[in-house]
């Protein structure tokens, strides 16, 4: 359940990211996720849309590139992606080790959107409060 201040964490980046350009909103965040990260992608996902409710990252897309793990062969030096039930590296069948490939955690890119149309509705909004 570590996947909530995570969410969190990265709403924060990518508004201050917003910020910074001045943007409207955000329009998406592309978010790299190691299958050995420890974190679930689609926990993030789901979390997203109710933590970024009323921020600047509402409604933004987010786009979610899972990295598979991938061994080294201590051997032959080979990086292999293992196979169901063996560690065996397909060059040399040597015994393969585990590498940071897989592990991979970050934002990206942040996509913001800037147009005056948008900031134009906003403010609208802003009024009508
Ligand atoms: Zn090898």
């Known amino acids: 359940m ?7 964490q990265i709403i924060k980046i990518a508004e201050k990211h917003g910020r910074k350009f001045r943007a409207s909103r955000i329009e998406s965040i592309r978010l790299i996720v190691g ?10 996902r789901m979390y997203f849309d109710i933590v970024a409710a009323g921020s600047m990252c509402e409604g933004a897309r987010l786009e979610i590139e899972y990295v598979k ?6 051997s032959c030096g080979e990086f292999f992606y293992r196979k169901p039930l063996s560690f065996a590296c397909p060059a040399c069948g ?5 590498t940071e490939i897989g592990r991979e955690f970050y934002i990206d890119s942040v996509t913001v959107s800037t147009d005056s149309a948008d900031a134009a509705r906003r403010n609208k909004d802003r009024r009508d409060i």
Request: aromatic content about 4%; overall charge negative.
């Open 35 to 44: 299958e050995n990260s420890g974190f679930i992608g689609e926990s993030i």
């Open 2 to 8: 570590h996947e909530l201040p995570i969410t969190e």
């Open 94 to 98: 040597a015994c393969g080790e585990p």
């Open 69 to 74: 793990p991938k061994l080294k062969c201590p």
